[in-house]
């Protein structure tokens, strides 16, 4: 449930699950409590969040959230989260940073001049999101951007450009050590025909404690690296029928080096037919160890609007280095503003099945959902 009530904003979601007996898993429910509204201004607001996950088995994993956004003046903004989690087996202190989540924030919104988007982070050890994810655990991070921007004078092919340094740094605060950093300077651009890209240099800092792995092709030995590339992308005039997204990202890698580009072209054929792809290749070498990886992302995207009710999409991607092919379909349905329905079909495919030991089933997973949507008008 989504909505608006008075001046609060709100969400409500509760999925309840059932066992898994094969794999010892017990049914579980997962709620999700939201609420928003604004303060202090229009471009201002302050929320928070519980989510609640509880097992048959007595498992469960509660985390709150509060946050914010705060505009001080002009372009300048505050960004304030916060959250901490509680789950059975472990200290769940409420005085203690170590079950925490944390971030401030501060942004200067402005194409010309000075922009900024500084940020300190933190997470403690036994900080545990049950029904979400971290990219990493016990850090502390510094970031992100600063850069400041022009627009050129009248007789100039472009809108605006800007310069730029980014970076971010991670330590483990376990002992204070670096774990990840990377730092550089760029420039962007607007054309008046369309165009425009970013172009970045990049130095890298990482130490690895435990070795990495590539789809069991390439390897990482634990060590401390430093490397550096070149990063960016630009994009064709997006008024076209016809436009693409180029990415590019090389340089050394590790004890190695990377190339990766990205192709993304988008054609729309008519008013009522519009058709995308993708394709990524990444080469990966480890010289020394005699180690390399090729791996390509293939994906095709159709968008048709049958009449004014009916709409369909077709969404098929190939990744050579997991040897898989997920194909996904979706017909929606609107006969009235607010209310949809979807029939939605899901393929998982796995190919080369004999390279691996045991061999991989033909499908790797099924799925058909119905979904319905109805909106409620109050006065």
């Not at 070795?211 to 390897?219: G, L, T």
């Not at 190919?351 to 045991?358: E, H, Q």
């Not at 089933?361 to 979904?371: E, H, N, T």
């Amino acid at each position: 449930l989504i909505g608006r009530l008075g001046s609060w904003d709100l969400g409500l979601l509760d999925m309840q699950t059932a066992p898994l007996g094969d794999r010892d898993i017990p049914s579980e429910n997962f709620g999700v409590v939201r609420v928003r509204r604004r303060v202090f201004n229009p471009y201002s607001y302050a929320g928070g969040m519980v989510t609640s996950r509880l097992g048959a088995d007595g498992a469960y994993n509660v985390v709150y959230g509060l946050d914010g956004i705060f505009r001080v003046r002009g372009d300048d903004y505050m960004l304030l989260n916060w959250a901490q989690s509680f789950e059975d087996g472990k200290p769940n202190d409420a005085a203690s940073l170590d079950p925490s989540r944390f971030r401030l924030a501060w942004e200067r919104r402005t194409q010309e001049g000075l922009g900024l988007n500084l940020s300190l982070s933190y997470s403690g050890k036994d900080y545990d999101p049950g029904m979400g994810f971290e990219w990493r655990e016990d850090f502390s991070r510094l970031g992100n951007r600063v850069q400041y921007g022009w627009y050129p004078a009248e007789e100039s092919f472009l809108i605006r450009h800007y310069v730029l340094a980014e970076g971010y740094a991670y330590f483990r605060n376990e002992d204070r050590t670096l774990e990840s950093a990377e730092i550089g300077p760029g420039w962007g651009f607007s054309a008046k025909s369309g165009w425009n890209g970013e172009f970045a240099l990049k130095m890298y800092r990482e130490s690895v404690r435990e070795e990495i792995s590539f789809f069991d092709k390439a390897f990482v030995p634990p060590g401390d690296y430093t490397f550096a590339g070149l990063k960016g992308y630009f994009q064709t005039p997006f008024g076209a029928l016809f436009y693409t997204t180029v990415t590019f990202d090389a340089g050394s890698f590790y004890d190695g080096w990377r190339a990766t580009i990205g192709v993304e072209p988008t054609w729309g054929i008519s008013s009522d037919l519009n058709l995308s792809g993708y394709y990524q290749f990444n080469r990966v070498e480890f010289k020394n160890r005699g180690q390399a990886l090729t791996a390509q992302i293939l994906q095709a995207r159709l968008l048709a609007t049958l009449s004014t009710k009916f709409s369909a999409s077709a969404f098929v991607q190939y990744d050579s280095a997991a040897d898989a092919v997920t194909v996904n379909f979706r017909l929606r349905y609107n006969p009235r503003e607010g209310n949809d329905l979807y029939l939605v079909i899901n393929e998982g495919l796995n190919t080369d099945r004999a390279a691996y030991d045991p061999r991989r089933p033909p499908y790797s997973s099924r799925a058909i959902l119905l979904k319905y949507s109805y909106t409620f008008s109050f006065d």
